[in-house]
């Protein structure tokens, strides 16, 4: 892309074009054109990594808005295409022979040109883009990186330049341009076709997590788009980790439904998505000790737990040496306590219970955090196994 329409230039010859499209609300005009091949020869993912060693910009920005600009053609592009941001990468140099459109910056400038996306034969032998670091990158206003960035990794799709003057593949920056035109959508249509490149998965790790969430869980499968969402029975799930097209690491989502089977689902778009049903287990809460960060109970001191329940359950804190414990007509496996702290969770969420140590020195006491699965007291006899170990010390 470059800062005036006189003067664009990329390594390889540009091959014009030019298609129309007749709808029946009347003829449109597209003027898009096609360059240097496509990825279609590779499942129609293109996999891009950022350097972001440009200097006007803190890294992490650059990084994010050249991977915002890049996956905009996977966000809006309504194509049966895929965009797979691979991450960070330190390479600077034109190597387009790799597979990859690394994007990097490089020292000075190059006549009138913002950034120059270099080909050699076919784009999915791979494409590199450099931007020219003499021009003073902004983040939202001129020169906007991530505009520049959509532009150019727009040729790394194989999208040559369009005539049309809104297009974000127009020769010559023209202002911040984030959002594809439709030229742009009408050319990577014609490229791959319309619809959707369906992800698909394979397994989840681990199968099952408390409800409180926050569980680090791997999915792992096949052609999940670089800005893939994932869901865990309906509710989203925070993405914390990419691992190219095949793997996507999350935090899962809480639930105040104990037991519940989630359906896990990757979204790379809308309408686009594939579901392992009952994929992930939601099991009891675990206990945890906030006040006690060394893993000792001090004798006299008050001890705080912190507890996740589901909605409208008994809850317990029972403390004590291992034994049987009954209580409200329930028999625990955890012992004779030194105390019992009776909770009633009236809504799902966090409750804290404080507890002063009254064991002996040295002596490792069971701590223990109990949702009651019946109604009413008596329930009945159970057991559940998330307890943690402490010692007392004076
Ligand atoms: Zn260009």
């Known amino acids: 892309m470059n800062r005036s329409h006189s003067n664009w230039r990329h390594m390889a010859k540009i ?27 590779k499942g129609s993912v293109m996999s891009f990594y950022v350097n972001p060693n440009g200097a006007d910009l803190p890294a992490d920005t650059q990084e994010r808005l050249i991977r915002d600009g890049g996956l905009q053609w996977d966000v809006q592009g309504g194509a049966n295409f895929t965009v797979n941001y691979l991450g960070l990468t330190t390479r600077h140099a034109i190597m387009p022979s790799d597979g990859k459109c690394d994007q990097f910056f490089q020292p000075g400038s190059n006549g009138n040109a913002l950034a120059i996306t ?131 690491k999350v935090k899962s989502p809480a639930t105040c439904t104990e037991n519940l089977l989630a359906d896990v689902t990757v979204i790379n778009t809308a309408g686009c998505d594939d579901t392992l049903a009952d994929a992930y287990t939601y099991v009891a809460n675990t206990v945890i000790l906030t006040t006690d960060g060394d893993g000792q109970l001090q004798i006299g001191s ?8 589901p909605s409208g359950k008994k809850t317990w804190i029972v403390v004590g040496p291992p034994g049987t414990f009954t209580k409200s007509g329930v028999t625990i496996d955890i012992g004779k306590p030194f105390s019992a702290v009776d909770k009633f969770i009236a809504s799902c969420g966090k409750r804290s219970f404080t507890w002063t140590v009254a064991g002996s020195d040295g002596e490792t006491l069971r701590v223990q955090g109990v949702v009651k699965t019946g109604s009413g007291s008596g329930a009945g006899a159970f057991t559940v196994s998330n307890y943690v170990d402490q010692i007392v010390v004076p």
Request: proline content about 2%; charged content about 15%; aromatic content about 10%.
């Open 302 to 309: 008050g001890e705080t737990f912190d507890l996740y329940g």
């Open 118 to 248: 270099y080909c050699s034969g076919n784009v999915s032998s791979g494409a590199d883009t450099e931007y020219l670091d003499a021009w003073g990158w902004k983040d939202g206003t001129n020169y906007d990186l991530q505009t520049v960035a959509t532009h150019e990794i727009g040729h790394c799709d194989g999208l040559g330049h369009s005539a049309v003057g809104a297009a974000v593949m127009y020769a010559s920056y023209h202002g911040v341009t984030r959002n594809l035109n439709a030229d742009d959508k009408a050319g990577l249509q014609a490229i791959y076709g319309t619809g959707c490149n369906a992800p698909s998965v394979s397994n989840v790790s681990p199968t099952s997590g408390p409800i409180k969430g926050g569980t680090i869980v791997t999915i792992n499968g096949s052609n999940f788009s670089g800005s893939a969402t994932v869901e865990f029975e309906g509710v989203d799930a925070e993405v914390v980790q990419r691992t190219g097209s095949t793997q996507i």
């Open 15 to 41: 091959a014009t074009l030019s298609a129309m499209t007749m709808l029946s609300t009347g003829v449109l005009t597209f003027s898009y054109s096609l360059w240097c091949g496509n990825w279609k020869n």
